[in-house]
T-cell receptor, first 115, second 111 residues
Framework: AQSVTQPDIHITVSEGASLELRCNYS??????LFWYVQSPGQGLQLLLK??????LVQGIKGFEAEFKRSQSSFNLRKPSVHWSDAAEYFC?????????????FGIGTKLQVIP | GAGVSQSPSNKVTEKGKDVELRCDPI?????LYWYRQSLGQGLEFLIY????????KSGLPSDRFSAERTGGSVSTLTIQRTQQEDSAVYLC?????????FGPGTRLTVT
């Protein structure tokens, strides 16, 4: 069965600093990978997704993520964090196959941005 | 276009009462999920519907919880004999090509 690990429950960064949120997955083949964001009091929104092709994917709000098959990782990055990026971030994995296609979420990483 | 809608947006109920939460997915989305999010917690998977297949109920926390999806569209999550620990935000998401579109959630408070 697929699974997702987000090892950092809570991260604090200074505004303007770079950010990397870690995500590791377990799946027998190349999966579909997603990052979602939930801002305070807001619903969940898709940031970016990887299905195939270029392993570096660009998303909204200046975020990017890189799929590394050898490390079973899909880390989220942003070169310069803004105060509005404070939110909870969820990594998710889904099977790259037909039939049963349930997506599994990680437990989330809460990002705090300090001045 | 219209997104995923959920009703009611807020529900306050007394312990022991039954509640029904409704989700209207995006038209044409074959998959639908229910999640629970307790205060300060991540997403807790409850149930997954995909097309005409039998739903994956592996996340339902007890037999007080049930859900159905009629005609491959609207879904209802029912909680019987509510308990205080059921207080949470219940999120619905419909899915196309595994990308999930979330509704705004129903905030359930059990008093």
């Amino acid at each position: 069965a697929q699974s997702v690990t987000q090892p950092d429950i809570h991260i604090t960064v200074s505004e303007g600093a770079s950010l990397e949120l870690r995500c590791n997955y377990s799946y027998g083949a190349t999966p579909y990978l997603f990052w979602y964001v939930q801002s305070p009091g807001q619903g969940l929104q898709l940031l970016l997704k990887y299905f195939s092709g270029d392993t570096l994917v660009q998303g909204i709000k200046g975020f990017e993520a890189e799929f590394k098959r050898s490390q079973s990782s899909f880390n989220l990055r942003k070169p310069s964090v803004h105060w509005s990026d404070a939110a909870e971030y969820f990594c998710a994995v889904g099977p790259n196959s037909g039939g049963y296609q349930k997506v599994t979420f990680g437990i989330g990483t809460k990002l705090q941005v300090i001045p | 276009g219209a997104g995923v809608s959920q009703s009611p947006s807020n529900k306050v109920t007394e312990k022991g009462k039954d509640v029904e939460l409704r989700c209207d997915p995006i038209s044409g989305h074959t998959a639908l999920y229910w999640y629970r999010q307790s205060l300060g917690q991540g997403l807790e998977f409850l149930i997954y519907f995909q097309g005409n297949s039998a739903p994956d109920k592996s996340g339902l926390p007890s037999d007080r919880f049930s859900a159905e999806r009629t005609g491959g569209s609207v879904s209802t999550l029912t909680i019987q004999r509510t308990q205080q620990e059921d207080s949470a935000v219940y999120l619905c998401a419909s899915s196309f090509l595994q990308e999930q579109y979330f509704g705004p959630g129903t905030r359930l408070t059990v008093t």
